[in-house]
């Protein structure tokens, strides 16, 4: 009796030791997400870009949920067929490796469960007598500590597939690429037995042996009995197929800022369409090929409804370091240019100040010391918001931008997402509208998708679970105008194809100052796509702007996208837009009377039946668009009121706005004129005197001497000129002067010429002469 107490005594005191040193020296047991590595997965789960872990190694996140069950089946048929019955270590196995090792003379099967495996994983253990007591001794502990799934989970991350590569799931990418929920039974066989031996049984260097090695694991399964026969033999005639091992670099800099952005993140599900990626980037490399040295290029694709990024190529050539490839100009703060101005005119719509067909002139003009010129420095006289907006012309542009106000302007694009940054200490001024602040693409992206969305856009999503905020950028009804305006505005020749011209689409395209960025963006009814070329470091490319060099980009990149039928469907406009003619210069619709105040007739799209006025004068100009005058029956002259006549008839005249007279033609400058005065009357009201280009007469001919390679000159002034003069020749900016000082004109060599002297007020002349070799 005392021996029996004696023996429990000792075995109570060895209990207590074991306990004691189980706590003491646990197990170093990882939680399932410590040192893994990053992974960015598209929206459809195949890996973009994966960030090694700390250690270096490849290891995805995975849990047996995520890996196809019949890898399961294969890794404890193979490895472990006891593993959910036993407590770490199998003593029926071990007893069976220690026979079969004295009966062959060498080691046949381990005996090792995979819990002794993970042991082995998570802490370097020698591999002799000693070290195998001490993992059988861990394995204890670990099942002491974790459920089974938790064991399996760990062996899935963390079990070697040869060189850097960690886990199943990495495995499976890695060698196969496909994720491990979707492996074969030939497959989930070879990675099975791969972690054994990984670096002789590697399929993408030794085939054959892993070809044997997987055929030993499906004879295995047989025997076992665990899967069907039939199955078993299609999976044996399977190849051992396996392609270079490669991490995955699929929209490198998108994956990179994800992982910028939530750096604590181990998978990043993300919005990416996989096979328009690699489409686009494929695409892009190409393009690029024809841009200068240096230069780059990035694209956006969203979807309009959505706003999910599906396409993100943040640079043309990601390794390329003498294109800065590295740089992600999708992020990076950069002029604009003129692809503001759709939401300026939206703006200018929603607040009543204009209607599509409303007048505006495109002619010299300063606004409180600024002088905006276009591209080119073409002016075009009358145009209506329409075309300001197609030919996107920078003079109406910024008359809008003044009455809208810098300040409001900025506000309403800073509350849909779209951020102005300005120089420090700078307040917004009228150069915003023409690309004088910075933005980033994938903000203006998502503010150009409220065109096609109701007006709603706001900030793009980058991930599948993400929330974004919706916010309103223009009414539904102004965003349906300007997107009307701009899908009708054509391509040029050499891009339209039917390819294309079936979809609608809107498109803008814009120039930064010193030819530094070229845009284009595109909107069909499902996408928007935003182009940018430039050079990351911000030096010029001379002779590359919008139209000629990211337009071609962004209409080769659409032909490859998918097509709806709401892509070709027709366009109906909500029910706060409406058509309306209207009548130019006065602006109002053409009635009874009021006939033959309609010199020319325009169709407008009016935003809840708002009429505003066609045409803002400027400041300092009081007269009034129609004046009343009486004629005097019998002669036709007008009558002022200190003049009598025996019989006189009141009549309207509609007058055009000054500076829009120099671009009229004779016969409608005749119908806006006020008639003569009746001989014998004065006119008690103060006339504008007028302004005549002196130096040259109207008809000229200018002989070149022949085989001069000088450029023909004359010296001319601007007589009645009042304050600066602006000189154009074929309505293209050739020079200013001041008052009636002399101005030296440069001709082009050969033809007609038509020369246009237009001063501060309004007044003008204009001629044409001839250049004759």
């Given at each position: 009796m005392?021996a ?9 005191a ?12 646990p ?12 992974l ?7 890996p ?10 490849w ?21 472990d ?16 490796a ?8 060498e ?12 042991a ?10 000693g070290g195998?007591?001490k993992?059988?001794l861990r ?22 597939f ?13 060698y196969l690429?496909k994720?491990?929920?979707q492996?074969?039974r ?16 590697r399929?993408?260097r ?6 044997k ?12 009995g ?6 078993l ?30 750096p ?21 490399t ?47 703060i950069?002029?604009p240019?003129?692809?503001?101005k ?10 009543g100040?204009v209607h ?7 002619a ?9 010129s ?16 197609r ?36 307040v ?15 903000q ?12 709603v856009g ?5 991930l ?6 919706d ?11 300007v997107r009307?305006?701009l ?11 039917g ?23 595109g909107?069909t009814?499902?996408?928007t ?14 002779g ?6 990211a ?7 659409l032909?490859?996208?998918?097509r ?29 009377d009021r006939?033959?105040?309609c010199?020319?007739?325009?169709t ?6 708002n ?10 100009d ?7 005058v ?6 036709g002259?007008?009558?002022?009121p200190n ?5 006189t ?17 004779i016969?409608?400058r ?5 008639p ?5 009357c ?8 007028s302004?005549?280009i002196?130096g ?8 070149r001497?022949?085989g001069s390679?000088?450029?023909?000159r004359?010296?001319l002034?601007a007589?009645?000129?009042?304050g600066?003069?602006?000189w154009?020749?074929n ?22 010429s ?14 044409s ?5």
């Amino acid at each position: 009796m005392l021996a029996w107490h004696k023996h429990l005594a000792v075995g109570g005191a060895l209990l207590v030791v074991i306990v004691m040193l189980d706590q003491l020296l646990p197990p170093p047991i990882p939680s399932s997400m410590a040192r893994a590595s990053t992974l960015v997965l598209a929206r459809d789960g195949t890996p973009l870009r994966v960030f090694v872990s700390t250690d270096g190694v490849w290891r995805y996140p995975v849990t047996p949920a995520d890996v196809s069950p019949l890898y399961v089946d294969a890794l404890l048929g193979y490895e472990d067929r006891w593993f959910f019955q036993h407590p770490g270590v199998n003593p029926v196995a071990l007893v069976r490796a220690v026979v079969q090792a004295l009966q062959h003379g060498e080691v046949i099967s381990g005996g090792s469960t995979l819990t002794m495996q993970v042991a082995r994983l998570i802490e370097p253990i020698p591999r002799h007598a000693g070290g195998k007591l001490k993992q059988m001794l861990r394995a204890l502990q670990i099942e002491r500590r974790l459920t089974k799934a938790e064991i399996l989970t760990l062996y899935l991350e963390r079990a070697p597939f040869g060189g850097t590569v960690e886990g199943v799931e990495a495995a499976s990418w890695a060698y196969l690429g496909k994720p491990s929920k979707q492996l074969s039974r030939s497959e989930a066989a070879m990675l099975a037995v791969l972690p054994q031996a990984p670096s002789r049984l590697r399929p993408d260097r030794h085939p054959q042996a892993a070809r044997k090695a997987r055929d030993k694991v499906l004879d295995r399964m047989r025997r076992q009995g665990q899967w069907p026969e039939d199955a078993l033999i299609e999976a044996v005639q399977e190849p051992v197929v396996s392609r270079r091992l490669v991490p995955p670099m699929l929209a490198a800099l998108f994956a990179q800022r994800l992982r910028h952005e939530q750096p604590d993140a181990r998978v990043l599900r993300s919005t990416i369409d996989v096979a328009l990626q690699r489409l686009f980037e494929s695409r892009l490399t190409a393009e690029v090929t024809r841009l200068p040295a240096r230069s780059s290029a990035a694209v956006l694709l969203i979807d309009n409804r959505t706003r999910d990024v599906l396409v993100y190529v943040g640079s043309a050539r990601f390794a390329d370091e003498d294109r800065l490839g590295h740089v992600d100009m999708i992020r990076a703060i950069r002029s604009p240019g003129s692809t503001l101005k759709p939401f300026l005119y939206g703006l200018a719509f929603d607040a009543g100040l204009v209607h599509s067909a409303s007048l505006m002139v495109d002619a010299p003009q300063t606004f409180g010391g600024y002088r905006p010129s276009n591209f080119g420095d073409f002016f075009h006289g009358p145009v209506t918001v329409a075309d300001a907006l197609r030919r996107s012309l920078n003079v109406p542009a910024v008359e809008l931008l003044q009455q809208v106000t810098p300040a409001r302007f900025t506000a309403r694009l800073r509350h849909a997402g779209l951020r102005l940054v300005l120089p420090r200490a700078a307040v917004p001024n009228l150069s915003i509208i023409l690309g004088g602040t910075g933005t980033r693409l994938d903000q203006i992206a998502g503010a150009y998708a409220a065109l096609a969305n109701g007006g709603v856009g706001g900030p793009v999503r980058m991930l599948i679970d993400e929330q974004v905020q919706d916010r309103e950028v223009l009414s539904p009804g102004a965003a349906w105008i300007v997107r009307d305006i701009l899908e009708t505005n054509p391509l040029p020749d050499q891009l339209s194809s039917g390819m294309i011209n079936d979809v609608r689409l809107a498109w803008k395209t814009g120039t930064s100052y010193g030819y530094r960025d070229a845009w284009a963006f595109g909107v069909t009814p499902t996408y928007t796509l935003g182009v940018w070329t430039g050079r990351p470091d911000g030096t010029p490319m001379p002779g590359h702007y919008g139209a000629v060099t990211a337009l071609p980009m962004l209409v080769n990149l659409l032909r490859a996208l998918p097509r709806s039928a709401a892509d070709r469907a027709p366009s109906t406009p909500p029910a706060s837009v409406s058509s309306r003619d209207i009548c130019w210069p006065t602006g109002v619709p053409e009635v009874g009377d009021r006939e033959s105040l309609c010199h020319v007739k325009q169709t407008a799209w009016l935003l809840d039946g708002n009429l505003p006025p066609t045409h803002v004068p400027p400041p300092g100009d009081n007269l009034p668009l129609v004046r009343s005058v009486a004629i005097d029956t019998v002669t036709g002259h007008r009558v002022p009121p200190n003049c009598a006549a025996e019989s006189t008839r009141l009549a309207q005249v509609a007058r055009w706005p000054l500076p829009a007279m120099a671009w009229l033609s004779i016969e409608a400058r005749r119908k806006s004129s006020l008639p003569p005065v009746k001989p014998g009357c004065s006119e008690w009201v103060e006339t504008l005197r007028s302004l005549h280009i002196d130096g040259i007469v109207p008809g000229t001919v200018l002989r070149r001497a022949p085989g001069s390679e000088r450029v023909p000159r004359v010296q001319l002034s601007a007589r009645g000129a009042d304050g600066r003069v602006y000189w154009l020749v074929n309505d293209k900016l050739a020079g200013l002067s001041e008052g009636e000082g002399r101005f030296e004109l440069s001709l082009p060599q050969a033809g007609m010429s038509s020369i246009l002297a237009f001063d501060d007020r309004g007044r003008f002349d204009r001629l044409s002469l001839r250049v004759v070799e």
